[in-house]
T-cell receptor, first 116, second 109 residues
Framework: ETGVTQTPRHLVMGMTNKKSLKCEQH?????MYWYKQSAKKPLELMFV???????ENNSVPSRFSPECPNSSHLFLHLHTLQPEDSALYLC???????????????FGSGTRLTVV | EDQVTQSPEALRLQEGESSSLNCSYT??????LFWYRQDPGKGPEFLFT???AGEEKEKERLKATLTKKESFLHITAPKPEDSATYLC??????????FGDGTTLTVKP
C-alpha cells in the first residue's frame, strides 16, 4: 500500500457523463500532481498544486477540471470527455516545490479510465 | 525545455544476464535525476535520486550512476521479478519532473 490512494481504480464513462477522480495522501507532502499515462507515451504532466495553489496547467483541455481543497486531497473532475482521453490517470505527491532539495514523487496506483 | 530520452525501448534478458539501461537528458539546472520502477497496472515506484555527476546509488541488484549528460541503471544478475518498466525523470529549477518513455525489461527464467 503506497502513501497515495486513488479512487476509483477503474472507471468507464460515456462521453456525456460527469465523473470525478479522487486522490488522497497523508505523507505530509505539500505538492500534488495529476499525470496522464497513455500507451507508448511518456507520462504527461497535467496539473501541479503547491500548498493548495495551482502552479501549473500544462495546456490541458477544459473538460478536465482539477480541485485541491487542502494539501492532502486532490480531485480531477471530468465532463464531456473524448475516447482519446482513455488512459491511466496518476496522482503523485512530493515535498513542496519551493524547497531547495530535489524530491522524488510518491505515486498512487492510478485510475484506469475508459471513455466510450 | 527539459528532455529525457531512454534506451533501449525494450530489453529481454535471461536470468543472470547483466545489462544496463540508459537515460540521456538535458535540463535547466539539474536538481535531481530519478529512477522509478513501474509494474503493469500500477503507479511508478521510486527507486533512486542522483544529484550530481559521479554519484552512484545501489539497491539489491540495481545500481544507478550519473554523468553530466546521462544516467545508467545497471542490473546485475537479474531475476524474473525484476521485470518491469523502468522510468527515468529529471527535475530542474522549476521543481517539476520530466519523464522519459521508459525501458520495458523482461527477464526470462
Amino acid at each position: 500500500e503506497t502513501g497515495v490512494t486513488q479512487t476509483p481504480r477503474h472507471l468507464v464513462m460515456g462521453m456525456t457523463n460527469k465523473k470525478s477522480l479522487k486522490c488522497e495522501q497523508h505523507l505530509g507532502h505539500n505538492a500534488m500532481y495529476w499525470y496522464k499515462q497513455s500507451a507508448k507515451k511518456p507520462l504527461e504532466l497535467m496539473f501541479v498544486y503547491n500548498f493548495k495553489e495551482q502552479t501549473e496547467n500544462n495546456s490541458v483541455p477544459s473538460r478536465f477540471s482539477p480541485e485541491c481543497p487542502n494539501s492532502s486531497h486532490l480531485f480531477l473532475h471530468l465532463h464531456t470527455l473524448q475516447p482519446e482521453d482513455s488512459a491511466l490517470y496518476l496522482c503523485a505527491s512530493s515535498q513542496g516545490l519551493e524547497l531547495k532539495g530535489s524530491y522524488g514523487y510518491t505515486f498512487g496506483s492510478g485510475t484506469r479510465l475508459t471513455v466510450v | 525545455e527539459d528532455q529525457v530520452t531512454q534506451s533501449p525501448e525494450a530489453l529481454r534478458l535471461q536470468e543472470g544476464e547483466s545489462s544496463s539501461l540508459n537515460c540521456s537528458y538535458t535540463v535547466s539546472g539539474l536538481r535531481g535525476l530519478f529512477w522509478y520502477r513501474q509494474d503493469p497496472g500500477k503507479g511508478p515506484e521510486f527507486l533512486f535520486t542522483l544529484y550530481s555527476a559521479g554519484e552512484e546509488k545501489e539497491k539489491e541488484r540495481l545500481k544507478a550512476t550519473l554523468t553530466k549528460k546521462e544516467s545508467f541503471l545497471h542490473i546485475t544478475a537479474p531475476k524474473p521479478e525484476d521485470s518491469a518498466t523502468y522510468l527515468c525523470a529529471v527535475q530542474g529549477n522549476a521543481g517539476k519532473s520530466t519523464f522519459g518513455d521508459g525501458t520495458t525489461l523482461t527477464v526470462k527464467p
